[in-house]
């Protein structure tokens, strides 16, 4: 994950399994595509879902890198490359 990104995303949104942060997102856009609640709770809800993007994203972002290292080798077999996410 990059720098800038851990910095702006909440502790608890980078606990967060990348299918958990998705299923907070549908349920925040569903309430904000309804008009559920007040001016102040759905920009507050739209910071949220912001910040539960930016995770998923970064998430996808790992999880692409890592099946990039997977390669055949010159016998076909497959072989995997260590990754440091950090």
């Not at 759905?42 to 890592?66: F, M, P």
């Amino acid at each position: 994950m990059a720098e800038n990104a851990t910095q702006t995303i909440p502790a608890d949104v980078q606990k967060m399994s990348f299918e958990e942060a998705l299923e907070e997102l549908r349920h925040i856009v569903g309430a904000l595509e309804r008009g559920d609640g007040k001016l102040d709770d759905a920009i507050a809800s739209y910071q949220r879902g912001a910040e539960l993007k930016a995770h998923c994203e970064s998430k996808l972002r790992d999880a692409q890198e890592k099946v990039e290292k997977i390669s055949l080798s010159p016998g076909g077999e497959i072989k995997t490359e260590a990754f440091d996410v950090g």
